[in-house]
């Protein structure tokens, strides 16, 4: 792209995506790559700015990630995070330590307002620590332009050099006024002007699908949700007929989702698309049977996804590309670059070995959750649909703990869509970020008619987030959540209890598995 970029550099941090994120809120472009990229490329990609992620390592340990001295004189503006603070400090002669009292969470650190970094910031304000070592030497030139009473070094600056670093994390939203920061880092130290806008991405992409596909033809994996959805919309509007879309209905969907995805993408719908609908449930259940670990049901239904598109294919004929909504939370958690793995997806580290064929197109993958929204209104995607509540690639096999049986199935498709009847009755679901209902492999004993019953629990999750990379447990009324758990014991069979997930993203994933 002929845009402007800022690049994060990955120390193994969990949030890199997310620092990529809030950038882009400031209409910076920004992209995420391994520290292990080379100096020559980072001079030919010409970034008018670099940040360093945070990382679970100790700087002096010899094993760690680090990255020479000469990335320093480049003269970029840099700003460290964390770990990347920790490097830069180390890197150019400063000293860091085991810190006698680790911080972990909301911590109130004293402000130097006379930082560019901190313009407009409180003198005192909340931020976001996660670390056991600390700064405790700064380097030559540097000064302290930030600190809280067990971290004498919370951000330190050489502004002459341009280089910037922060303890705690900016990017995450537990900071109050991280995004702040980071708009001052980008404009007022990296002098950047703010040209990433959604319908230049829209436009680029467009251009971009014209000319790799050419005259090929091209598959879709249509689950209906809203990445898939866009991506549909997105390669349809770039090359029309050279696309056939497969829904695959493997019986891990919400209660009456398959038919609800039929009416919108299907003949009689609003979108002139090829709709095949798959419907394989049995053939899903069987490969299932019998499987509890939570990495492997995902691999199971990823290979299964890429064999029933590739059994498709054969039978529309010659196919060259394979189409899938993937979307960044996705790439990260399935382990980029230095990161560690949270989880593998279907759409990324679930891949097997052998795909039958030539490429894969993910169109959304550079993309966050709230900016794949953005790109399906710009083309034109209804509200209704752009807003839906997202739901995982491998569908209720992670929101069943343990086995996958049709029953289970039927007990947790049940349950979410009584959940979901009252949270939006009660006018609750616009201000969530996701909420859904799964099904815990406890059983417990209850009483229901005079009679002891030994049944299922069910429980119910609701958050609040934008970015689906952190996230903070919804604090839903308590008569909603009893008119949802009278519901769900009286109206599903098989259910006695029902459970209400209080943890927040990290330490949690939304996810159950």
């Not at 995420?32 to 700015?49: A, C, F, Q």
């Not at 001295?69 to 460290?80: M, R, V, Y």
Request: net charge negative; hydrophobic share 35%.
């Amino acid at each position: 792209m002929d845009k402007e970029l800022v690049i994060v550099l990955d120390f193994g941090g969990q949030y890199n995506q997310l620092i990529a994120r809030r950038v882009r809120e400031c209409n910076v472009y920004c992209e995420v790559h391994p520290y292990t990229l080379s100096l020559d490329r980072i001079k030919e990609m010409n970034p008018k700015g670099i940040i360093f992620t945070g990382g679970p390592n100790s700087v002096y340990d010899p094993e760690s990630p680090r990255y020479g001295k000469e990335i320093f004189e480049l003269g970029i503006p840099i700003l460290g995070i964390c770990y990347g603070s920790q490097l830069m400090a180390y890197t150019l002669g400063g000293k860091v330590e085991t810190a006698p009292v680790s911080e972990y969470g909301k911590t109130e650190v004293d402000i130097d307002q006379s930082s560019v970094l901190f313009g407009n910031i409180a003198e005192k304000t909340i931020c976001w620590m996660s670390h056991t070592d600390y700064i405790s030497g700064l380097p030559e030139g540097f000064r302290t332009v930030a600190s809280t009473p067990v971290c004498p070094v919370a951000a330190m600056e050489c502004p002459e050099r341009k280089l910037y670093a922060t303890q705690f994390h900016p990017e995450v939203m537990h900071t109050r006024e991280g995004v702040k920061m980071l708009s001052n880092f980008v404009y007022k130290v990296c002098g950047c002007s703010g040209d990433w806008q959604m319908s230049s991405f829209v436009e680029d992409t467009v251009k971009q699908i014209r000319e790799r596909v050419g005259s090929g033809r091209v598959l879709c994996a249509l689950s209906g949700g809203v990445d898939s959805s866009v991506a549909a919309v997105l390669l349809s509007k770039a090359i029309g007929k050279q696309l056939t879309c497969v829904f695959v209905d493997q019986g891990l969907l919400r209660k009456n989702e398959g038919d609800e995805v039929e009416a919108v993408f299907g003949p009689n719908g609003p979108y002139d698309l090829n709709f095949i609908r798959v419907n394989c449930q049995d053939r899903f259940y069987q490969k299932l049977k019998g499987v509890t670990e939570p990495e492997k049901k995902r691999k199971i239904i990823g290979e299964e996804f890429i064999r029933v598109f590739e059994e498709e294919a054969k039978k529309i004929g010659a196919v060259d590309f394979l189409v899938q909504g993937t979307i960044y939370p996705d790439v990260i958690e399935s382990g980029l670059g230095k990161s560690a793995v949270i989880k593998s997806h279907h759409n990324v580290g679930g891949l097997p070995d052998y795909v039958d064929f030539k490429e894969i197109i993910e169109p959304l993958r550079m993309l966050f959750k709230d900016e794949v929204r953005k790109a399906g209104l710009e083309l034109g995607i209804p509200d209704y649909l752009v807003y839906r509540q997202p739901f995982p690639g491998p569908g209720l096999g992670i929101r069943i703990i343990g086995e996958v049986t049709a029953e289970k199935v039927r007990i947790v498709q049940e349950a979410d869509a009584i959940y979901r009847e009252e949270v939006a009755k009660a006018g609750l679901d616009k201000g969530l970020g996701q909420y859904f209902a799964a099904l815990t492999n406890m059983r417990s004993v209850g009483v229901m008619g005079d009679e002891r019953t030994y049944d299922y629990a069910i429980a119910l999750r609701a958050v609040c987030t934008s970015d689906f990379m952190t996230a903070e447990s919804a604090q839903l009324p308590w008569e909603v959540l009893g008119t949802v758990t009278s519901r769900i014991v009286n109206e599903v069979k098989g259910v006695n209890r029902v459970l209400y997930d209080c943890t927040g993203k990290p330490p949690a994933t939304i996810e159950f598995e």
